[in-house]
């Protein structure tokens, strides 16, 4: 998993290099509208996942709802923006800090999609929940088993999962506002100490 997870970060470095800095600035603002927006269009989007497969509890349909409306907001967000985007350039730097302030972006980005997505697994996987003791959830148990065995998640966790709640904790329904900590992270993880 941590192969995967590095890989995506990597490939958004690579893609922040080629788009430049501009447009990774405004993935990151994507990346907030999708999170937060998805927040409150789970419940709708649940309640259509119920009518097609009716034996699912609320609780899985929501989880479903918000895994569904993250990356189709986001990839929405990124679509339209190139379209308004693509002849946009950055004047006075030249294109190798542009490309070099892109991949540091893209970077981050990536790891605030990640941290993103780390939230929402754990919205409905974390302790307080009963979605983990419902029966047929096969691929997606054994996927957050494996999230959650990855070192690069516990890295997420420590540091960058509590900053994106507490920046965004305000903005997020009572249920996943729950999930802000109490303070920010004083240092990084050191892996296997």
Known sequence: MDVLLVGFIAGWIFGGWRTGFLKRLIGIGFMVISFVVSAYLRYPIGAIATTFFKSIPASYANLVGYTIAFPVILAGLHLASGVLLRRVSMTGVTKE??????????????????????????SYFGTGTTVRQVAGLGFLKSFTEAFNGSTTVHILRTTTVPVVLAILGPLLPKDIRSFVPTSLPKTLPIPGS
């Open 97 to 122: 800090l542009d490309g070099g302030l892109g991949a540091v972006v893209g970077g981050l980005e990536a790891i605030l999609i990640l941290s993103a997505v780390i939230v929402i697994l754990d």
